[in-house]
């Protein structure tokens, strides 16, 4: 019994050896699991933003007075606009339907005048509503800025602005709002989805197209042994690709870790043993690289990107899809990174999420078990 126990650990021992031998000679491997992730960060850290910053917007003023002046200088003066001055209304109009301009504020003739006055002077503003979500921004934007520069002028007079209410926004767990340190935590899922389930996937079946899979089945080694083999080098690729993701996102990025990096790491191995279970299942169904690459990317990597609270609000969906989103994986793993991140330790969302992890990699390892026999058909 010692002798079998010892020979099956020389088998997988020899197993584990050749699956790192294969990764350091497979060039793609190495590049999903270091180089996409590198890709990646820099393409939503620098180039994809949820912020409206240095909108465009034309500043139309029927009477320039000191008033307007004053408030245009106001704008000018805000990271958050980029205000072009214009004569008319037809002009702004026309900049805005060209697209040179994403909203117009015009301000009356009567604008100084009724700045003295009980009513106070409105402002009318006109936003592109094509994208709906900038639209909101910028109207936010614009109405904050109004707010800001009456309060000031009512400040340098002597004044108080009185307001029938006194709102004092405090903003939790992303006080700079940026939205980088939103969508860079959730890279992190969207990263191991890749190299768990993706690259897992296509190298199963890779075996399968090459031979070397019938060639493992003439040895004494079982598919237990085949999968732990498997299981064991991708898990070492996938916890590398997610220290040189985390590492990224702390140091050039600059998103707080405010939890427990020791509670991420124990997360990120749930997550990783569902996503590889997820990729060795695709590859026990589908022996073709082709195929099996299709299904990782159309099961794994979109709903991973679109149902995981990723980027979409889960609580704006509509709610047959809200039901849908329990099904992904990375859903649950998302909530998890975006909670350590940004708020830390919080004990009632990471338990239940982590849980679901755990089932979830259960489920999908207990199939691949299941499905994987030593046979040919």
Not at 12 to 27: A, M, N, W
Not at 187 to 214: C, D, N, Q, Y
Request: some cysteine.
């Amino acid at each position: 019994m010692t002798g079998e126990r010892g020979g099956s650990v020389m088998r997988l021992r020899g197993l584990v050896r050749k699956e790192f031998l294969q990764i350091v000679r497979d060039p793609s491997s190495i590049a999903i699991a270091f180089l996409m992730p590198i890709f990646l960060l820099v393409l939503f850290g620098y180039g994809v933003s949820l912020d409206a910053d240095h909108v465009p917007l034309a500043v139309v003023a029927e009477a320039p007075s000191q008033d307007s002046a004053d408030f245009t200088a106001s704008l000018q003066g805000s990271h958050y606009f980029k205000p072009r001055i214009l004569a008319s209304m037809s002009e702004a109009e026309l900049a805005l339907r060209e697209g040179e301009v994403d909203g117009i504020i015009r301000l009356r003739p009567d604008f100084s005048r009724r700045m003295r006055q009980a009513d106070g002077a409105p402002i009318q503003v006109v936003v592109d509503g094509v994208d709906a979500n900038t639209a909101r921004l910028v109207m936010g934007y614009v109405e904050g800025a109004w707010g800001s520069w009456l309060a000031a002028k009512a400040a340098g007079n002597g004044q108080s602005l009185t307001t029938p209410v006194d709102l004092q926004p405090r903003i939790w767990f992303n006080s700079e709002l940026r939205s980088r340190n939103y969508l860079v935590p959730g890279l992190v899922a969207i990263i191991m989805t890749l190299i768990g389930a993706l690259l897992t996937a296509l190298v199963m079946a890779r075996e399968w197209e090459r031979g070397t899979m019938e060639a493992l089945m003439v040895t004494p080694v079982s598919m237990t042994e085949v999968l732990l083999g498997k299981l064991f080098a991708y898990f070492v690729l996938g916890t590398g690709g997610m220290l040189l993701t985390v590492g990224l996102s702390v140091w050039l990025f600059e998103v707080p870790l405010r939890g427990s990096f020791w509670v991420l790491w124990a997360c990120s191995s749930l997550f990783l043993l569902a996503a590889l279970g997820m990729g060795l299942t695709i590859s026990t169904l589908a022996r073709s690289q082709f195929v099996a690459g299709q299904v990782a990317i159309i099961a794994t990597f979109l709903p991973a990107f679109l149902l995981s609270g990723f980027i979409f609000d889960i609580g704006s969906m509509p709610a047959p899809v809200q039901v849908v989103t329990h099904l992904i994986v990375a859903r649950y793993f998302v909530t998890i990174v975006q909670t350590l991140f940004l708020a830390g330790d919080v004990w009632p969302v990471i338990l239940p999420n982590a849980a679901a992890l755990a089932v979830m990699a259960a489920i999908f390892l207990t199939i691949t078990w299941r499905k994987s026999r030593k046979r040919l058909d």
